[in-house]
């Protein structure tokens, strides 16, 4: 956990919390991918598809007892918009593309001084037209803008709680706010947080909608996958967990597997076990997620990284490192939204991946790599970051390296804390790295502004991923398809068609130049005690699912 402010939070534990302390007008009920009304009762669209008038609950109260109101959700959207704290300014300025004046901001933090491109004060066209309407109006049609706002960057918080836009002087520092004091309207209120320790909320009595089950949820924060499964499965103290977070790679075994079924929407129920004769309900959803090696391209030469490609064979990487627990991943848009669903994605693959398709050809690499100067005596070496708390990236990086001596290529792996990780992403100090990127809308928009060159660029502030990509023909096709993805951003079939002609365009651009190799599409597990009845969720993932609806049983 990195934040519990929802206009910071970048990461899926502080997401996890932040989605049962906080809600916004729309939300994915049960992670599921259709989006309904949450604080809104109800909306219109205008006839030019640009401006929406909300209509919002009445009586919702925040967890101070102050009424949630229009003006509350105009101040929460301009600390997205406006905010020096926030992370995600483009989800509103440019993705739903609100119409607003931007300016240029600079602070200082731990990592230096920034220039910061945001929302001039009091810009955005947003109005509270009473105390329970709300209108917004955009530059264009956007043809995903409810399922935008049910993002938990779009929370909503007490208009005037922290001082950090024009206009508020703040009841509390937004560190408070974001550590210690974070105030919504949703079913659970915050109760503490200790950093790489734990964090607890518990039941909000008042909530506007079902009041939750259980008096509150308490997390266990580690980076240490072996302690998260001494703690939840061999002493038994938690009563459900996820992934490998909960049962390691190391300890999983696909053939504890067992009774399973899979319901209308493709989502695998069953068991899980024994384990110390204990048998878990299990839960497995295929969620819209990519995990992906990155390149820092003014580091690692094309050459070396077409090379890497070559060596790694995504099939057996899934099969043998992750022990089946995912799909192996060619694209960055995940299976269930690629234009076309999961069938085109698949094909397309098959068909035009152009690095030897569910094989290792170590010949290729090789050959590329002596083409490109390198032999014996003069070996590339670079080194692959991966995050601490992943038990499997080492052990995928410790095979891609075995895999790639052969092609004159020495890789050193270096773990380090996520965060830190992020640090130097961000400041250009990374040569290679591992990351992933769960879907915050479900569309390829939402995954493909991470390759638009302009947003690697690590000289700037807030670059979207860390790759510095520009100067090349591949290069220019991603910006050019991510222009044609910009101006045909509306509702109509027309413009649905070019955006997905650009998505595939700016697929195998990243092909050519391998800025990110794709390596793996999560697969999202739960294993719950037999005293716990939790919803099962759909493909947005745990961290999207509010808990107010779980209900605990006698522990047996």
């Known amino acids: 956990m990195t934040t519990l402010d929802p206009v910071k939070a970048a990461d899926t ?8 302390v906080f809600d916004s007008l729309m939300n994915y009920p049960n992670s599921e991918i259709a989006v309904e009304k949450q604080l809104a009762k109800g909306h219109e669209v205008s006839d030019d598809q640009k401006t929406y008038t909300f209509h919002l609950k009445e009586g919702v109260k925040f967890h101070n007892d102050k009424e949630v109101t229009a003006k509350d959700i105009v101040y929460s959207w301009r600390r997205l918009a406006e905010s020096k704290n926030s992370r995600r300014q483009y989800f509103i300025l440019s993705s739903i593309g609100v119409k607003h004046e931007t300016t240029t901001k600079t602070y200082k933090d731990d990592e230096g001084e920034h ?27 956007f043809h995903a803008t409810l399922e935008m706002l049910a993002y938990t960057s779009f929370a909503a918080i007490p208009e005037g709680i922290v001082g950090d836009i024009d206009g508020y002087d703040g009841e509390m520092k937004q560190s408070k706010f974001a550590t210690k004091n974070p105030i919504g309207a949703g079913p659970f209120k915050f109760d503490h947080w200790k950093s790489d320790v734990s964090a607890e909320v518990t039941k909000f009595e008042d909530y506007h909608g079902d009041v939750p089950k259980v008096d509150g949820v308490h997390w266990k924060i580690s980076s240490n996958s072996e302690e998260m499964y001494t703690y939840g499965v061999m002493n038994q103290n938690a009563d459900m967990g996820y992934g490998s977070n909960f049962i390691p790679t190391s300890k999983y075994d696909p053939g504890k597997v067992s009774d399973t079924s899979t319901d209308d929407l493709g989502r695998t129920v069953g068991k899980y076990g024994p384990i110390q004769g204990n048998t878990f309900d299990y839960l497995g959803v295929s969620t819209i997620n990519t995990y992906y090696m990155g390149f820092n391209t003014e580091a690692v030469p094309k050459p070396v990284r077409q090379a890497i490609a070559y060596a790694a064979n995504q099939e057996t990487i899934v099969e043998e490192v992750f022990k089946g627990r995912g799909a192996p991943a060619y694209h960055l848009t995940p299976p269930m939204i690629y234009p076309g669903g999961a ?23 090789k050959q590329i790599m002596e083409d490109a100067g390198y032999n ?40 380090t804390p996520f965060s830190t990780l992020l640090q130097q992403g961000r400041q250009g100090k990374l040569e290679a790295y591992s990351l992933g990127w769960v879907m915050d809308w479900p569309k390829p928009d939402n995954f493909l502004g991470l390759l638009y060159p302009p947003l690697t660029d690590t000289s700037k502030d807030s670059p979207q991923s860390y790759t510095n ?4 023909p591949a290069a220019k096709k991603a910006t050019n398809a991510w222009d044609t993805i910009q101006n045909n951003t509306g509702p109509t079939d027309k413009e649905q068609t070019a955006r997905e002609e ?13 800025t990110f190799l794709n390596m793996y599409h999560g697969l999202s597990e739960r294993f719950s005690y037999e005293w716990v009845d939790a919803p099962k969720y759909g493909g947005a993932d745990y961290s999207r699912q509010m808990y107010n609806k779980v209900k605990l049983s006698e522990r047996k």
Not at 13 to 20: D, L, P, R
């Open 13 to 20: 534990a502080s997401g996890t919390v932040i989605q049962q």
């Open 115 to 141: 220039e910061l491109t945001v929302a001039k004060a009091n810009s955005l066209a947003l109005k509270a037209k009473d105390d329970y309407t709300l209108e917004m109006t955009l530059e264009k049609p």
């Open 343 to 365: 069938k085109k994605y698949e094909s397309h693959a098959k068909n035009k991946y152009p690095y030897s398709y569910d094989e290792s050809d170590r010949d290729k690499a």
């Open 376 to 415: 014996e005596n003069n070996k590339f070496k670079f080194t692959f970051t991966v995050y601490k708390s992943s038990s499997t990236w080492p052990k995928l990086g410790k095979r891609l390296r075995a895999q790639l001596q052969a092609a004159h290529i020495e890789m050193e792996i270096q773990r």
């Open 469 to 472: 990509w520009s100067g090349t």
């Open 502 to 514: 650009a998505y595939i365009k700016m697929e195998e651009a990243n092909w050519e130049d391998v």
